[in-house]
Each structure stands twice: as C-alpha cells, then as structure tokens.
T-cell receptor, first 113, second 108 residues
Framework: DAGITQSPRHKVTETGTPVTLRCHQT?????MYWYRQDPGHGLRLIHY???????DKGEVSDGYSVSRSKTEDFLLTLESATSSQTSVYFC????????????FGSGTRLTVV | SQQGEEDPQALSIQEGENATMNCSYK?????LQWYRQNSGRGLVHLIL?????REKHSGRLRVTLDTSKKSSSLLITASRAADTASYFC????????FGKGTKLTVNP
C-alpha cells in the first residue's frame, strides 16, 4: 500500500491497558480515517480527520480517541482496551472529500485478552 | 454519510463466468466507488463512477449507475481465481460508509 503504513501490524494486549495505533502517510493528503472490521459488520468508521488538529467522530467512536498533530500521522488510542475492541483496524487517506478513490493501509490486527 | 449496501452477500462461480454484484445507497451522491478486499488485506480502490455517468469500463470491470434507483452494479467478466475477494461499494463523500460486502469465490 504505497504511501500509507500502519504500525504495529499485529498486537496482543491485556484488558484495561492503553493502546495506540499509528497511521503514517507520505502523500500529504488532507483526510485520514480509522475503520474497524469485524465479521458480520463490514467496515465501520471510528474517527476521521480533515486536517491537522481537526477530527470528528464516526459511527463507533466510543472508547476511542484520535490525534493528528501533523499532516502525515493519525493516531488511534484505545484508552482502556476491552475484549470488544479486538478487531482489525484499517487506516485510509484521501486528498479531497471522496472526489477520488481512498487508499487503505494493510491493517493492524489487535487482540485484547 | 453515503452508505453502500452490497448484494448478494456471497457469490460462487466458476472460472470464466461473469460475476455481477449490486449496490444500493440511500442519499444523493457525487460519485459511487467500488473496492476489493483480498483476505487479510486492506481495501483496494477499483473504480469510481460519477453521478453524471451511467456506465464505466476498466479492463474486465464494468460499472453501471442508476441514480433514479440509487443503485449500482459491478460486473466482472471472464472471472479468474484471483478475483476471489470481498467487494464493497460506497457513495463518495467526506466519510465513506460501507456495507458488509459481497464475498466472491471463483472456483478453478
């Protein structure tokens, strides 16, 4: 996935611990997104950003926070991880409000035990 | 947000056959986008059709859009085993919202 990387690729963490996932882009795109994907639910939007320090909630934002202090990085934090947050997390970027196709990262598989 | 709902949920065909998937959405859109997801990977943008277009081709892909019915279809011609994947649609906007996708299996 040229221009967008997610880290870590895999993580196992314990219930109640904080976890931060990172999305890094080299495309200088304005819009960045965090999705989660679970069996039976498809992809669901967690949070998105439309500029540095500008973020908004998606459909499943409870228990998650985000930060974007510079154009290239969008961080997703689980303040106190729960088993229900076990999922695959995808980051996506776009240059112009959906006028063009989105580019997705390869995903982070998070397991909360 | 511009939701996309894909139909059918699953589709199994033989190599060489055509595969047709459908998408419905609820509100007005500027464009409709289709994505493919191979198992364990991120989504890959396939094709975008604008609201003033009715049909668009890209290689073996053909997309149609009917704004009066708020629906779109994706046709993959002469399918290959490598086309096995899940396919998602969404109305292009500031926030992409997806359905559960169509899982396509192409049997050799």
């Amino acid at each position: 996935d040229a221009g967008i990387t997610q880290s870590p690729r895999h993580k196992v963490t314990e219930t109640g611990t904080p976890v931060t996932l990172r999305c890094h882009q080299t495309e200088n795109h304005r819009y960045m997104y965090w999705y989660r994907q679970d069996p039976g639910h498809g992809l669901r939007l967690i949070h998105y950003s439309y500029g540095v320090k500008d973020t908004d909630k998606g459909e499943v934002s409870d228990g998650y926070s985000v930060s974007r202090s510079k154009t290239e990085d969008f961080l997703l934090t689980l303040e106190s991880a729960t088993s229900s947050q076990t999922s695959v997390y995808f980051c996506a970027i776009n240059s112009d409000r959906g006028t063009y196709g989105y580019t997705f990262g390869s995903g982070t598989r998070l397991t909360v035990v | 947000s511009q939701q996309g709902e894909e139909d059918p949920q699953a589709l199994s065909i033989q190599e060489g056959e055509n595969a047709t998937m459908n998408c419905s959405y609820k509100t007005s859109i500027n464009n409709l986008q289709w994505y493919r997801q191979n198992s364990g990977r991120g989504l890959v943008h396939l094709i975008l059709i604008r609201s003033n277009e009715r049909e668009k081709h890209s290689g073996r892909l053909r997309v149609t859009l009917d704004t009066s019915k708020k629906s779109s279809s994706l046709l993959i011609t002469a399918s290959r085993a490598a086309d096995t994947a899940s396919y998602f649609c969404s109305g292009g906007s500031e926030k992409l919202v997806f359905g559960k996708g169509t899982k396509l299996t192409v049997n050799p």
